[in-house]
């Protein structure tokens, strides 16, 4: 069955420091795969996506993720976080074209500590 | 260019009453999508629509729970006789023809069922 992992609940950082989000997926082929940031009763907002082609994805705010098929894996990084980046972080897949369901990872709670 | 539209935001309900949650589409956008987002989860899929039709709702409950999006204004995710497990935020996607995997979500409504 098609799933997204992501196997941290709640990762607490310090300002300034780097961060690794982690998220892994199981799916018959190369999905698209996606990073949502949801801010606390706020809606989706899109990171950053990949599709195809470079493996090395640039997004908003200073992040970044990177495809590796071989461990069918999409982390989204950030070298040097800021407080305004605690929110909650949801990976999300979906494939190819036709396809539509997307299915979303749990989501990975982030705290910054100043 | 309006990005997806819903209201209301918050919707508050008693048990056993109805609430009705509306979705506008980006302009452009024929293809209307509704997920659920129950506490602490990920958003799960539920139905998918094109104008007039019910492309598949394999993911809405079997009772209560109905969707449409006519041919003149937004979509409409209905529940009838709500309890308090319905409580929830739905969000709604839209896409361009042909871009079903290309979704852009709104801000969702959050649903308290008291």
């Known amino acids: 069955a098609q799933s997204v992992t992501q196997p941290d609940i709640h990762i607490t950082v310090s300002e300034g420091a780097s961060l690794e989000l982690r998220c892994n997926y199981s799916?018959?082929?190369?999905?698209?795969l996606f990073w949502y940031v949801q801010s606390p009763g706020q809606g989706l907002q899109l990171l950053l996506k990949?599709?195809?082609?470079?493996?090395l994805v640039q997004g908003i705010k200073g992040f970044e993720a990177e495809f590796k098929r071989s461990q069918s894996s999409f982390n989204l990084r950030k070298p040097s976080v800021h407080w305004s980046d605690a929110a909650e972080y949801f990976c999300?897949?979906?494939?190819?074209?036709?396809?539509?369901?997307?299915?979303f990872g749990t989501g990975t709670r982030l705290k910054v500590l100043a | 260019n309006a990005g997806v539209m819903q209201n209301p935001r918050h919707l508050v309900r008693r048990r056993g009453q109805e609430a009705r949650l509306r979705c506008s589409p980006m302009?452009?956008?024929?293809?209307v999508y509704w997920y659920r987002q129950l506490p602490e989860e990920g958003l799960k899929f539920m139905v998918y629509?094109?104008?007039?039709?019910?492309?598949?709702e394999s993911g809405m409950p079997k009772e209560r729970f109905s969707a449409e999006f006519p041919k003149e204004g937004p979509s409409i995710l209905r529940i009838q006789q709500v309890v308090r497990g319905d409580s929830a935020a739905y969000f709604c996607?839209?896409?361009?023809?042909?871009?079903?995997?290309?979704?852009?979500f709104g801000p969702g409504t959050r649903l308290t069922v008291t």
């Open positions: 996607a839209s896409s361009p023809p042909g871009s079903a995997n290309e979704q852009y």
């Open positions: 799916y018959g082929a190369t999905p698209y």
């Open positions: 999300a897949v979906v494939g190819g074209s036709g396809t539509y369901k997307y299915i």
């Open positions: 990949y599709f195809s082609g470079d493996t």
């Open positions: 302009k452009g956008h024929s293809h």
């Open positions: 629509l094109q104008k007039e039709n019910i492309i598949d």
